[in-house]
Structures are given as C-alpha cells and as structure tokens.
C-alpha cells in the first residue's frame, strides 16, 4: 500500500498569510494526486486534481504543484473562509489512500 | 451539479448489520465507478471501498473485507454498502464519492456501532 504523509498537521496563520502544505507519499504516483478541504460537520470538497489542475470554481488563491512523491499545497493569501483541514489523495492504485491531514487555523 | 445523498446510517449493536445507500443524480451513474470512504470521529479520511461502472471490478480495505460488500443498480442510479458483523471501529461517517479520483462526495450518514 502507498503511505501518505503531510506536514504540518496544525498551523496557525493570519489572513492574508502565504500557506504551504507538503504531502510525500512512499512511492512513486505520477501526478495521480488530489487535495481535499473539509470544513467541520461537511464533506471533504476536491480543490486540486491531477497535482497541480484548479477545480472549477475554487479560488486561484489555491495552487498545486509536484509530481512523483512530493506534492505541495499553497493558499496564496490566507482568507477567514480558509479555516478547515486539508487532505491529500493519491489515486495511483488501490487501496487509495489519504494523508493525515492538515489544520489550518486562523 | 452532481448530486450525491447518503442514507441508511443508525445505531446497530455490533455484530449486526446495515445496508447503505447513495442516491446519484444530475450526472450519468452508469459511466462512472464509486467509492464508499469512512470518517471516524474527529479521525482522518479512510477509503474502503470501490466498484467499477459494470461492477466488473470490486476492491476493498483489508479492514473491511470479508464483512461489507458493495454493490450498485444502474438502473435505480444507486450505490449500496452493505455491512455485516459490525465492530465498535466501524463507527464513523460514511460517504460516497464519484468516480476514481473521488471528485464528488455526499454529506454523509453516520454510523453507530453500540450496544
């Protein structure tokens, strides 16, 4: 199975802030990586898929970029609605697996 | 905008059993695999389980196997987990999630495994 890490596991930031989240999985995946945001008490939403390809309708404040095994997440400039926890996904093969993930706080 | 709503969670004491259900709308069923993915209180994401389009192909978590089997009606735009000797573990919230990349999920169904 492909393990996902993410570090950090907590931040803490103001708004406006540059955020950058890493995601490393213990293999190989291409670019078969996604991010997920989830807000408390609602489902996981799919911001980034295919590494670095903006889902439609999300901010362009969020961007990814990596390949391989090393992935990065990036808010721009922090916004109040940004305060949520964020995952990875890898897609390569099954099992599919998720990082821990991360929570940003305001 | 795809539509995916969960139901068919409750409380069950363990060992029992319960059938999940995820009803699909707004985006053609039949072209597209799905996912159930659990969350356990306050705990991270788990994937545990996948069915192709066809139901051709059928993967699941090792702690899952043997216990839940997916399933889905084309026909009804329908995805089901059914779930038997449930354990205390199993207690979370349960999602679909559209296609292999999960790219749409629902809201989700909480389970509850109690005596």
């Known amino acids: 199975d492909i393990q996902m890490t993410q570090s950090p596991s907590s931040l803490s930031a103001s708004v406006g802030d540059r955020v950058t989240i890493t995601c490393r999985a213990s293999?190989?995946?291409?670019?078969?990586l996604g991010w997920f945001q989830q807000k408390p008490g609602k489902a996981p939403k799919r911001l980034i898929y295919?590494?670095?390809s903006l889902q439609s309708g999300v901010p362009s404040r969020f961007s990814g970029s990596g390949s391989g095994t090393e992935f990065t997440l990036t808010i721009s400039s922090l916004q109040p609605e940004d305060f949520a926890t964020y995952y990875c996904?890898?897609?390569?093969?099954?099992?599919?697996?998720f990082g821990p993930g991360t929570k940003v706080d305001i | 905008e795809v539509q995916l709503v969960e139901s068919g969670g409750g409380l069950v004491q363990p060992g029992g059993s319960l059938r999940l259900s995820c009803a699909a709308s707004?985006?053609?069923?039949?072209?597209?695999?799905m996912n159930w993915v659990r969350q356990t209180p306050g705990k991270g994401l788990e994937w545990i389980s996948y069915?192709?389009?066809?139901?051709?192909?059928?993967y699941y978590a090792d702690s899952v196997k043997g216990r839940f089997t997916i399933s889905r009606d084309n026909a009804k735009n329908s995805l089901y987990l059914h779930m038997n000797s449930l354990r205390a573990e199993d207690t979370a919230v349960y999602y679909c999630?559209?296609?292999?990349?999960?790219?749409?999920w629902g809201q989700g169904t909480l389970v509850t495994v109690s005596s």
């Open positions: 999630a559209r296609a292999d990349w999960l790219a749409d």
């Open positions: 707004r985006f053609t069923f039949s072209a597209y695999s």
């Open positions: 069915i192709s389009s066809s139901s051709s192909t059928i």
């Open positions: 293999q190989g995946i291409g670019n078969d």
């Open positions: 295919a590494a670095s």
């Open positions: 996904l890898q897609h390569n093969s099954y099992p599919r697996t």
